[in-house]
């Protein structure tokens, strides 16, 4: 199936059939969605304690926030990895895994992890277990990912510094000491990158631009394809007039101090720093795939107990999962919006008043006050609209 994969969680009533058996439902919904449309495989959720009636409605809303918040890991943590790998779709596509399977056969064998997530723990401190879970992944990553960046920043700073053209470009390497002068109490050295095209002009004249320039003392350091370098000797005292009128020029005088040793440090420093960058880089690109497998589990953790919760709300106690039916289904997002309007014209019946038909047997919404009722108490699908069962759908990207 090309392009980006969307799921369906559904889950419904084994009474769809008159048997009330679970494979029998499983075969009629199998039935109401074309094969063309997408796939159809059970989804095994185990049975948690339940609370008051009150305490699974403020659970509903939490979930449905969480299951947000891990979305949003999740896409950030793509876009993290994304950009560590440089935007190569390939080598992402193989970073992409959960509990070291594809996202894909994650889903078709997932089982909840009973050993992490212990089911006959209330339902508030699973729920808490799995905000703190996602809530930490996000940090880490964050923080991991903003060091990189930090480093990342810094070296291309100084790579610019040695590859840039004369009026950007560091001069540690291509100033040579002799042509500087130092410890004078009245004279100073004035280095200015003049574009090709100006080297007459500045030529003319740089001597007339501020008092005190010491005549014919423009020597020509060295050139790259835009710019001359010249140094030029001018008294202290003016030195900054000479500046700022070279700068009027559309001249760039290059602030440089020599430094004993300078080039070596500067050459270590590069070398350091590329150092520095390339362990972050494998530090963030491992955090970065295991943090994106991790975030994934856990949305679907958090989706598993969303569908739980709303099944109770809508279908009620004594509630028993082998006489529900609770299914993920795979297919694409054009196609989903078929599988909705099959599910719907199937069962929309399971909604009461909430839906209804029209004389040629079409699904309409008879009361869309009752509708927003039930969606503000939490019964509703991805969107907020009232969905007749339980109806959530998700891409993983």
């Avoid at 796939?39 to 049975?47: D, H, L, Q, S």
């Avoid at 918040?69 to 950030?76: D, F, L, P, R, T």
């Avoid at 050139?223 to 007039?241: P, S």
């Amino acid at each position: 199936m090309s392009g980006p994969t969307k799921y369906i969680l559904v889950s419904l009533p084994t009474s769809i059939v008159p048997s009330n058996h679970a494979e029998e439902a499983l075969q009629a919904l199998q039935g109401t969605i074309s094969k063309d449309n997408g796939t159809i495989m059970p989804f095994r959720i185990p049975e948690f304690k339940i609370g008051t009636l009150d305490a699974l409605v403020q659970q509903a809303d939490e979930l449905g926030k969480l299951a947000a918040a891990c979305e949003g890991v999740v896409v950030k943590v793509g876009d993290a990895l994304r950009n560590i790998l440089e935007g190569d779709e390939d080598k992402l596509a193989q970073q992409k895994n959960v509990d070291d399977k594809p996202v894909d056969h994650y889903l078709r064998s997932f089982s909840w992890n009973k050993v992490k997530y212990r089911a006959d723990k209330p339902l508030g401190e699973l729920i808490d277990s799995l905000h703190k879970e996602i809530i930490s992944i996000d940090n880490d990553i964050k923080t991991k990912y903003n060091q990189y960046n930090q480093v990342k920043t810094n070296l291309t700073g100084l790579q610019r510094k040695q590859t840039g053209n004369l009026s950007t470009r560091s001069l540690t390497t291509i100033v040579d000491s002799s042509i500087l002068i130092k410890d004078s109490e009245y004279l100073e050295t004035h280095l200015i990158a003049v574009p090709k095209q100006g080297t007459k002009e500045f030529m003319k004249t740089y001597e007339t631009l501020s008092p005190m320039v010491v005549p014919r003392s423009a020597i020509r350091v060295t050139a790259d394809d835009e710019f001359v370098l010249f140094a030029v000797t001018a008294f202290k005292k003016h030195g900054q007039e000479f500046v700022h009128k070279c700068r009027e020029m559309k001249w760039t005088p290059r602030d440089y101090k020599y430094v004993e040793g300078g080039k070596e440090e500067e050459q270590k420093e590069v070398e350091r720093i590329a150092r520095d960058e390339r362990k972050l880089w494998g530090e963030a690109l491992r955090l970065g795939r295991t943090g994106w497998g991790e975030s994934v589990m856990i949305w679907i953790h958090i989706l598993t107990l969303r569908v739980f919760v709303e099944t109770v709300l809508r279908y009620g106690l004594p509630l028993d999962f082998d006489i529900e039916l609770t299914s993920s289904m795979q297919t694409s997002p054009k196609l989903a919006k078929r599988i909705k309007q099959s599910l719907d014209s199937a069962y929309s019946y399971l909604g009461g008043n909430a839906f209804g038909r029209d004389k040629k047997g079409r699904v309409t919404k008879d009361d869309s006050d009752l509708s927003n009722d039930m969606a503000a108490a939490g019964h509703s699908g991805d969107g907020g609209n009232y969905s007749a069962y339980v109806y959530y759908e998700f891409e993983i990207i």
